[in-house]
């Protein structure tokens, strides 16, 4: 099965084998580096997640690797250490067995370490003889002593490359033709607006497990690089882009919280965030509000409980609720508090159980917990979850009342005892549900063998995709508990003095009830010694806002994401009717607005008021706050800037002006074409309306430029980027789409497009250095490898405008922008100045590799 990556690097190799014996012979190590590194991360890929956080503790170490080895060698840690018990099943007969059984010779995996070990004779490297039979683990530290040995610390001969290269290629092909990572579908998915996925393939599929993705709408993966395994599994630290037009892999080097990707193909760093690797992998603190380890009598009852909260307002409606549906014994077997992180839900549940034990309802309470943030005074903090799943709740479970039994018995003890308890009724309760590895699954367990009079109560700020028998959901506190909770923590902080009404009043105004975020604020005042203005606080707070509304936040559909970064653009309250005719116009893609407002109500993150027939949506502080960080770093941001403007027209927050800011007629004839849209053959015959409202509105040509991408019309998809471009706007968005152009012509193999792209690219007022050294690059690469660019007539034109301009910036760049520089000069016939020019980025760093290959061709 063909594999795109390094189908692409083949190429590379096949013209180094053209050049010399040296570079085919560094070019076949960058392959095996490239595999190396792909096989490493597919295999922490594959690993389930667990309460040690195996995974993350592999991811954090490969986002920080800085060398082969520390590939090689998760390889082997993985596949022969504790985290192959937690390997997926389904690579257990296949890679992991390939990878540990020891094979002679005959087979192919040691067929592959006997020539890598034939090419360490090559060099003279000293290394252990291959033994009889070995296993393939081998291989890569083998890999690791060559490459250690000639490109990281030694001087390889050409004699040596000449006898090694031959065999290195055939061992690594080998591997490639029969390593069955390569046989499984590998993608890159992209969610669109609609729900829907675009899948671009990186193996030809004769199955495609990925259909479903692209016709329905209710899977919830994040963009990446996939590999399918029972179900898509995301590959991290491995990137690329829904055209395929590169793909870049960890390379280490994290400082400033953040981390070097390296394309291999075209040799291009990409600095990656690492804030998902910062967390320390050494164990974390326990919850405040994990159960106990033994089984303690409370009350009447049995029970590992967590201790209860020193302080703690009363929630007579919530409690009372709470109160009653437990106590029932003949209905809802699961029920849930429903809510955003820190509004309550855990406390509440400790506090009322706790008064439920005195009763004679149940005789045995046992709690769970999947908590991995405790939300403090003084901030979030990272704690070790106990929970992730079925198996982690069985063996927590046993541990208190079998302790005796095997592991393989835990989870049927568990599931029986959920549906008839020999220890008498009991409650289960499941706190901070969402942080579970597959809630839906988990759920649906729980689901099938719960039965009254025992009951489940789950506390979830998620509930979307599972429904209880009975959810009650908790919000804000009442104007009473709130000045409760003011008093109990101004008099514990003594701040009692520093507080007036108003303060009081705005606090809960502004915090909309939420105690947690009281509390900060109180935190605050009393650190300061006095009052401050609550929304600059709260604006400070980029911790806690990320703790409360973060995880929610990424699990929501991406219309669901749009819409709340849309209503969080403006500091509004606003009324349905005209996000619905906004978000509705051609300009956007097309989404289901209803549907990712009630998604959004059910999150917490907005509140719906009625009014008269009429709908007002209103975003409390904290989570406006949060949407606006947010919105600094989506890509959509100009579109949503420019919804905002139009939202903006609607007024405030009065019903009666909404017809007069917009022209409800064509917003409708907007929303009807949106709606009739099913096919492409639907779509262009709508094309002459929308290109006329494209001249006026010039950014609707992103919502057909993208719909066209979905149905892979690449023609028409440059065809209206063009069509943008001629629209008068500013000079940086016109960069952008002369990019985006250059990397559709590239992805459609339109070498004269691409290159027209970049040309103009180059002159665009304000074009970086960067985005110029990248345009050189890429022209660089094609006329080296394609023999019809070499011999373009027109070639010459060409290179003189980008040579020009690049001139002109060179004195702001490095080394390998004057390596650049020097082949544009030496591509376009001018080997003096190209000499000039290497020797020139040979000052600045007299160990670059690019200027010391191009002065050596020179020479």
Known sequence: MKYRPLDRLKVKIETAKEESDLTYFFELLNYAEFLTKNIALFLVSAINDDAERTRYRYQYKLSRANAIGDFSKSIDEVVIGPAAQLLNSNIRDYELKELTQRCGSGEWQYDCQLLISQCLSDFNIEHNKLSNKSPLRNWFLLLTQLRNKTKGHGAPRLDSCNKACPKLDKSISLIIKKFSMFKRSWAFLHQNLSGRYRVSYLTENVDDPYADLKKENQFNFSNGIYVYLDEPKKVDLFYSNAELTDFWITNGNLKNERFETLSYISDERVYQSANNYLVPITQLPKSHTEGTNDLNVVGNCLSNLPTTPELYVKRKDLEDELRTTLLQEDRFPIITLLG?????????????????????????????????IDLLMDGPKQVQTKV??????????????????????QEQLFANDLTKNSFGKTLFIFDNFETIS???????????????????????????????????????????????????FAKDLNIEGLLNNSYIKDLIEESDGHPYIIKILLGEVARNKKTGKIKRIVAEQEKILDALFKRTFNTLSPAAKRVFLTLCSWNSMVPTIALEAVLWRPENEKMNVQSAIEELRQSSFIEIITKDDDEIINVPLAATIFGKGELEINPEKIKIMSDRELLMEFGTTTFSNLSSGLSLQIERKFKSISKRINSITEFENELPLLEYIASKYPKTYNYIIELFEEYNKYDRVKYYIREYIKSNIPSEQKAKLWNKLASVCRYSKDWDGESHALTELVQIAGVSLGEISEAANRINNHIYNSMAAKRDEYKAEMLKIIIDQFTHHIPEGDATDYSRLGWLLLNNNDPVNAKIIVEKGLVIDNDNRYCQKLLEKLK
Not at 390 to 406: E, T, V
Not at 440 to 459: A, C, D, G, M, S
Not at 469 to 479: K, R, S
């Open 340 to 372: 955003k992180g820190g509004v309550g839900k855990t406390s509440l549940a400790i506090n009322l159980i706790y008064s439920l034990t005195n009763e004679k309802r149940f005789d045995l309470i046992i709690w769970f917990s999947s908590r991995d």
């Open 438 to 488: 597959n809630p839906i699954e988990v759920f649906e367990w729980i689901n099938t063998y719960i039965r009254n009079p025992n009951k489940v109560l789950i506390t979830s700020r998620i509930s979307r995709s599972f429904k209880a028998d009975y959810p009650i959901e908790v919000q804000g506190m009442t104007e009473e508990e709130c000045l409760e909770l003011i008093h109990q």
């Open 388 to 409: 992730l799943n079925i198996r982690d709740m069985a063996k927590d479970y046993c541990s208190l009342l079998y302790p005796k039994a095997k592991n393989s018995e």
